[in-house]
């Protein structure tokens, strides 16, 4: 059974930052891409960034520069650095596997995500 467990949200002001964790589980997490997506209210989930086995690593135009995702495959973790936030980047973010659209997942479950929120 797939788990993807996220955490390290929280609420910081603009300019600030956040390093979040995605706990994987129920798969051979070394030999899957994984990547990070985010939703706001009344938006459909978008990729913001992912990584390869090989950690090739791809960033969303909106957070190029600024975030940066990395992979621990001995603890089957994924992270998301996020510095500079901006309001904009407000959201819930869950990870997963991209699947052969990489705007769209390859399980079919998702985890519960974790609350960013970005505010003076």
């Known amino acids: 059974q797939v788990q993807l467990v996220e955490s390290g949200g929280g609420l910081v002001q603009p300019g600030g930052s956040l390093r979040l964790s995605c706990a994987a589980s129920?798969?051979?997490?070394?030999?899957?891409?994984m990547a990070w997506y985010r939703q706001s209210p009344g938006k459909q989930r978008e990729l913001v960034a992912g990584?390869?086995?090989?950690?090739?690593?791809h960033y969303a135009d909106s957070v190029k520069g600024r975030f940066t995702i990395s992979r621990d495959s001995a603890k089957n973790t994924v992270y998301l650095q996020m510095n500079s936030l901006k309001p904009e980047d407000t959201a819930v973010y869950y990870c997963?596997?991209?699947?052969?659209?990489?705007?769209?997942?390859?399980?079919?479950?998702w985890g519960q995500g974790t609350q960013v929120t970005v505010s003076s």
């Open positions: 997963n596997a991209p699947g052969p659209d990489s705007d769209y997942p390859l399980f079919g479950s």
């Open positions: 129920g798969f051979t997490f070394r030999i899957y891409a």
């Open positions: 990584i390869a086995p090989s950690g090739i690593t």
